[in-house]
């Protein structure tokens, strides 16, 4: 026989809010528990061990972007650094080298007042501004002129012995030619014998030469040639040049000398202009200026 059965519609059971009233009572219980006596860490670290890959999993595209972006901090604070060393590198091998300059620059200063201290005339130390850039006209620009006593045909020299002479002058600069200018002749004698004769530029770069000299003229390599004071221009006594080599031509009967300079006008940058009277000179060109000089001498 069979039996009839009702068909049930709707589930019964515990109602929702049954639930969450048992759910909050069985929570508040756990977290209670748990806050003391800690009976649940061993399922807590279970539970820990089981989500960990998972979590690593989630997280590694966030750790992958932090990676790259301190590998890039890394890398810039690296270049960063290496740039602020070079930099720190160089500053320093620059104030090294000027520490030197000022150091050189300062022995040759004080070999420019044992200088003046030996020379009767009056001085006055001038510095280098500039050099004219050409390789035909052999001059020197100081930073001192007419405001400073400086005037036209005064002699320039260094603890070498003479430079060159004023040649131009203005109020706060004067210009001068270097006795290898070869518009600049200097009455000059040599030192072993006395021998008076007159050095001029020479043709050849970085040399003086003394023309006009007889076949037989007692003059040889390794002669010191010194200014005779002649013409008053040039104080007596100041080394000029060392004669290097003597060319004698038998068929005209005369003889040519060339000559080194003593002093070094490319090497510093601080030289001594002598306050020589020159007031007997005519105003006149550059050349005329230089012209009598070698008159005097002559």
Request: no cysteine.
């Given at each position: 026989?069979?039996?009839?059965?009702?068909?049930?519609?709707f589930?019964h059971?515990?109602?929702?809010?049954?639930?969450?009233?048992?759910?909050?009572?069985?929570?508040?219980?756990?977290?209670?528990?748990?806050?003391?006596?800690?009976?649940?860490?061993?399922?807590?670290?279970?539970?820990?061990?089981?989500?960990?890959?998972?979590?690593?999993?989630?997280?590694?595209?966030?750790d992958?972007?932090?990676?790259?972006?301190?590998?890039?901090?890394?890398?810039t604070?690296?270049?960063?650094?290496?740039?602020?060393?070079?930099?720190?590198?160089?500053?320093?091998?620059?104030?090294?080298?000027?520490?030197?300059?000022?150091?050189?620059?300062?022995?040759?200063?004080?070999?420019?007042?044992?200088?003046?201290?030996?020379?009767?005339?009056?001085?006055?130390?001038?510095?280098?501004?500039?050099?004219?850039?050409?390789?035909?006209?052999?001059?020197?620009?100081?930073?001192?002129?007419?405001?400073?006593?400086?005037?036209?045909?005064?002699?320039?020299?260094?603890?070498?012995?003479?430079?060159?002479?004023?040649?131009?002058?203005t109020?706060?600069?004067?210009?001068?030619?270097?006795?290898?200018?070869?518009?600049?002749?200097?009455?000059?004698?040599?030192?072993?014998?006395?021998?008076?004769?007159?050095?001029?530029?020479?043709?050849?770069?970085?040399?003086?030469?003394?023309r006009?000299?007889?076949?037989?003229?007692d003059?040889?390599?390794?002669?010191?040639?010194?200014t005779?004071?002649?013409?008053?221009?040039?104080?007596?006594?100041?080394?000029?040049?060392?004669?290097?080599?003597?060319?004698?031509?038998?068929?005209?009967?005369?003889?040519?000398?060339?000559?080194?300079?003593?002093?070094?006008?490319?090497?510093?940058?601080?030289?001594?202009?002598?306050?020589?009277?020159?007031?007997?000179?005519?105003?006149?060109?550059?050349?005329?200026?230089?012209?009598?000089?070698?008159?005097?001498?002559?």
């Amino acid at each position: 026989m069979q039996e009839n059965r009702t068909i049930r519609l709707f589930r019964h059971g515990p109602t929702a809010e049954f639930r969450l009233v048992v759910l909050v009572v069985l929570s508040l219980s756990l977290l209670v528990v748990d806050a003391r006596w800690r009976v649940l860490d061993p399922a807590r670290q279970a539970i820990s061990v089981v989500l960990y890959p998972f979590q690593r999993l989630v997280l590694a595209p966030r750790d992958l972007v932090e990676n790259f972006n301190n590998w890039m901090d890394a890398a810039t604070v690296a270049r960063t650094e290496k740039e602020a060393l070079q930099k720190q590198r160089i500053e320093l091998a620059q104030i090294a080298t000027h520490a030197a300059q000022l150091s050189a620059e300062n022995e040759q200063l004080r070999r420019l007042l044992k200088v003046a201290d030996t020379v009767s005339q009056p001085s006055v130390a001038v510095e280098v501004m500039y050099e004219p850039p050409n390789a035909f006209v052999h001059h020197l620009i100081f930073n001192k002129g007419t405001s400073d006593g400086i005037r036209a045909g005064m002699p320039v020299i260094d603890e070498g012995g003479v430079v060159g002479q004023i040649v131009r002058v203005t109020p706060f600069t004067s210009e001068a030619a270097l006795l290898t200018d070869d518009n600049v002749s200097i009455p000059v004698q040599v030192l072993r014998n006395g021998l008076r004769l007159i050095s001029f530029g020479g043709n050849v770069s970085g040399q003086v030469e003394v023309r006009y000299l007889t076949a037989n003229a007692d003059i040889r390599a390794g002669d010191t040639l010194i200014t005779s004071g002649i013409g008053g221009l040039f104080p007596a006594g100041l080394s000029v040049a060392k004669i290097e080599k003597v060319e004698r031509d038998s068929a005209t009967g005369f003889a040519r000398a060339l000559a080194t300079p003593l002093s070094h006008p490319e090497r510093y940058r601080h030289f001594l202009v002598l306050r020589v009277d020159v007031s007997r000179l005519p105003p006149s060109s550059d050349t005329e200026t230089q012209d009598h000089g070698s008159q005097a001498g002559q």
